[in-house]
Every structure is written in structure tokens, then in C-alpha cells.
């Protein structure tokens, strides 16, 4: 049973930081590729950024430069440190993880980011 947890959203002023954390069990993650995305209201769910098993990652356009990915396989972890947050980065964040085709996703987690 893969277990998704994620922790760190919040409120937040333009120009501030949050650090979102995801702890996984239930598998070996190391094998998988790890990310996140978000959903704004109104609007698609969206990749935000994703580290590949083999330790590449990419990032949307939109947030490339701000926000940083990083995962730890020993501890079953990946994170998304965001910086100089924008009210356009408002959304419900989500974990992921997949192997192929198949994708776990977290429960979710707001950020808001106040003008």
C-alpha cells in the first residue's frame, strides 16, 4: 500500500518562501520518478516540478528559477523549496510518484500566496 504525505503548504506574503515535504512508504522509491503539481481553482492540475529516478529534474516554465526539487531515497522523501512566491502560485500542491504508468498522489495541500 504506496502512502503519500505531504506537509508545508500555508499562507503567505508575495515575495516570501515555503517548503513543501512529501514522505512516501510502501515501495522503493528510488525507482521512481517523484513531483509535483497543482491545481488552481478553475483551472487543470498542472506538473510543477519532477525529479526522475535517475536523478534528473525539470521544472515548469512558470516557476524555473523560484522553486528547487529534491529528493532523499534513503529517507523516502521529496521536497519543493519555493522562493519569491507570486499570488499566481495559489494552488492546491500535490505529490506524485510513478513507474511508468502508474501514479500515486498525495492528499494535497494548499498554498496561498497573499498580494
Known amino acids: 500500500q504506496v502512502q503519500l504525505v505531504e506537509s508545508g503548504g500555508g499562507l503567505v506574503q508575495a515575495g516570501g518562501s515555503l517548503r513543501l515535504s512529501c514522505a512516501a512508504s510502501?515501495?522503493?522509491?528510488?525507482?521512481?520518478?517523484m513531483g509535483w503539481y497543482r491545481q488552481a481553482p478553475g483551472k487543470q492540475r498542472e506538473l510543477v516540478a519532477r525529479?526522475?529516478?535517475?536523478?534528473?529534474?525539470n521544472y515548469a516554465d512558470s516557476v524555473r528559477g523560484r522553486f528547487t526539487i529534491s529528493r532523499d531515497n534513503a529517507e523516502n522523501t521529496v521536497s519543493l523549496q519555493m522562493n519569491s512566491l507570486k499570488p499566481e502560485d495559489t494552488a492546491v500542491y500535490y505529490c506524485?510518484?510513478?513507474?511508468?504508468?502508474?501514479?500515486?498522489w498525495g492528499q494535497g495541500t494548499q498554498v496561498t500566496v497573499s498580494s
Open positions: 510502501g515501495r522503493i522509491f528510488s525507482f521512481y520518478d
Open positions: 525529479s526522475s529516478s535517475g536523478g534528473a529534474t
Open positions: 506524485n510518484v510513478a513507474l511508468g504508468a502508474t501514479n500515486y
